[in-house]
């Protein structure tokens, strides 16, 4: 079984409609199969795909591709000018300053400042001291955006040494995990992306033929990590869906994955999660997905997911959700209608 995608939690959605009026939000959350009762439930996520929908069709309705995130809009055409400055770089670095350069002509809140640290690179988000404060989410959002941009300009998903944030670790740190292509760290002194520094020396592969698949593909390409990463966390969920229903033991993974289970908990604990999480996280992503893609009875779902019963299913996913799995169905069928 392939790994269902991550889903995505309610406060992420709630923090790109905090620009768009009430009318707006209920209209656009209707438009992208999100029941508008769900952004009121804190434990509530929307799949990848609604979470998509709803960024595209903000970005319009709002004229600005990170709708609501900063002081200043980002006009619509904002991502292709940007990538068209940096096709030309004859290397990664020059075109990783650029970027800095774009976005300190373009907004108040941040600089981005990209250097060579002997064996590793790094790109800061500083905050400026004398400009409006950016959010939590705009913070992330930003350093997603560069490693995104970063990763398509030589044709190369860049694996990150770390993703370190100033800011304490929220209640759903894990949902981090499948942002940044390796260990997330928080309660950091600079709030920051680094990586390998030879990275830096890459030439620049893609061409101006190639930028339009890759806006019309936005924010997916940038925004959410593949399951081909070699992460341990993503190796394990790829373990547990592959042999759902049957729910794989720690011991078999392991055993699957060529580590001892004292290695793999170590390794898990290192990267800020445990099998455990990513077991629930797995099971909750897919049953959320099967009730929101199919019309499969929730006692079929429930066992396809892991679970020899319905009454542990419903208490689980009320667990993970605030919901059961029949509202959930059922408030999505009334915003598709």
């Known amino acids: 079984m392939r790994p269902p995608s991550a889903t995505v939690p309610i406060s992420v959605v709630n923090g790109f409609l905090s620009g768009a009026d009430r009318a707006a939000v209920a209209r656009l959350a209707e438009h992208s199969g999100i029941p508008h009762e769900l952004l009121a439930m804190p434990a509530a996520r929307v799949t990848q795909e609604q979470f998509s929908t709803l960024y595209r069709l903000l970005a319009m309705e709002l004229d600005d591709e990170m709708p609501g995130i900063f002081t200043r809009p980002l006009r619509n055409g904002t991502l292709k000018f940007l990538c068209l400055s940096l096709l030309d770089a004859p290397r990664l670095e020059v075109a990783l300053h650029r970027f800095g350069q774009f976005f300190h002509l373009v907004l108040d809140e941040f600089q981005l400042v990209s250097r060579r640290e002997d064996a590793y690179a790094s790109v800061e988000f500083v905050a400026n001291p004398h400009g409006p404060q950016a959010s939590v989410l705009a913070r992330e959002l930003m350093l997603k955006l560069v490693h995104g941009v970063a ?78 990463e070699e992460m341990v966390c993503h190796r394990v969920r790829h373990c547990i869906a592959a042999g759902l229903p049957a729910t794989p033991t720690v011991d078999h993974v392991a055993q699957q994955l060529h580590y001892s289970v004292r290695t793999l908990c170590r390794r898990l604990e290192a990267e800020g999660t445990s099998f455990q999480a990513i077991k629930d996280e797995v099971r909750r992503d897919l049953a959320i997905q099967r009730l929101t893609r199919s019309n499969d009875a929730i006692a079929a779902i429930a066992y396809d997911v892991g679970f020899d019963n319905p009454t542990a299913f419903h208490r689980a996913f009320r667990h993970w959700t605030g919901s059961t799995p029949a509202a959930y169905r059922q408030r999505t069928a009334q915003d598709a209608r």
């Open 151 to 228: 990763s398509w300009l030589i044709r190369e998903k860049i694996p990150l040494v770390e993703a370190a944030f100033e800011f304490q670790r929220p209640a759903q740190s894990g949902d981090l995990l499948y942002l940044f292509p390796g260990p997330v760290r928080f309660g950091h002194e600079r709030t920051h992306i680094a990586f390998d520094s030879l990275y830096l020396d890459r030439p620049i592969r893609q061409r101006k033929s190639d930028l339009n698949a890759f806006l019309q593909r936005a924010p997916e390409d940038w925004i959410f990590v593949s399951f081909t």
